[in-house]
T-cell receptor, first 114, second 112 residues
Framework: GAGVSQSPSNKVTEKGKDVELRCDPI?????LYWYRQSLGQGLEFLIY????????KSGLPSDRFSAERTGGSVSTLTIQRTQQEDSAVYLC????????????FGPGTRLTVT | TQLLEQSPQFLSIQEGENLTVYCNSS?????LQWYRQEPGEGPVLLVT?????EVKKLKRLTFQFGDARKDSSLHITAAQPGDTGLYLC????????????FGTGTRLKVLA
């Protein structure tokens, strides 16, 4: 079956520009996570969506970062006025729900800010 | 703030050798997961442990959750080149949270 997909796979942008990263979760999965991974290190939690509940935005590093999830499915992570320190791989994961242990990850979007 | 420290950070061994990766925290977790990630891909779940002292085996991989649920280990027996990758542990808190705290990662390279 189809897994989590993310687009674009790579994005190069100039400092100061806005970018949008997209995540298509597995159909039927109500939970969706965004993470950031720098230089092959561990994952940094950014934001969590669960069904129609208010998202947990506690991991967003600044107000330049925002995310939405339309219709409980596709999610978009937006970074405004990008900075070089935003360069990283942005990973999306979905799971069946709050009590599910397994997260299924997409391949990530590699963002490079020049 | 909950942190998960992994050791070692890097490990390069010969095929056939055994190795152990550690994941440590001062915090208690309700469950702990191990993932393997290959270049250009997202992490893939290997195992979830939920009970203190629990041991799970997956072929040549043995996972253990500490009695106090603050630490975990991953032991690989007779490592193969296919085991090469980034190993990540991830803990879920005890206060009903759904957030996972990921470890710092261990990059393993198994040489043929």
């Amino acid at each position: 079956g189809a897994g989590v997909s993310q687009s674009p796979s790579n994005k190069v942008t100039e400092k100061g520009k806005d970018v949008e990263l997209r995540c298509d979760p597995i159909s039927g999965h109500t939970a969706l996570y965004w993470y950031r991974q720098s230089l092959g290190q561990g994952l940094e939690f950014l934001i969590y969506f669960q069904g129609n509940s208010a998202p947990d935005k506690s991991g967003l590093p600044s107000d330049r970062f925002s995310a939405e999830r339309t219709g409980g499915s596709v999610s978009t992570l937006t970074i405004q006025r990008t900075q070089q320190e935003d360069s990283a791989v942005y990973l999306c994961a979905s799971s069946l729900g709050r009590e599910s242990y397994e997260q299924y990850f997409g391949p990530g979007t590699r963002l490079t800010v020049t | 703030t909950q942190l998960l420290e992994q050791s070692p950070q890097f490990l390069s061994i010969q095929e056939g050798e055994n190795l152990t990766v550690y994941c440590n925290s001062s915090s208690v977790f309700s469950s702990l997961q191990w993932y393997r990630q290959e270049p250009g891909e997202g992490p893939v779940l290997l195992v979830t442990v939920v009970t203190g002292g629990e041991v799970k085996k997956l072929k040549r991989l043995t996972f253990q959750f500490g009695d106090a649920r603050k630490d975990s280990s991953l032991h690989i027996t007779a490592a193969q080149p296919g085991d090469t990758g980034l190993y990540l542990c991830a803990g879920k808190g005890t206060s009903g949270t759904y957030k996972y705290i990921f470890g710092t990662g261990t990059r393993l390279k198994v040489l043929a």
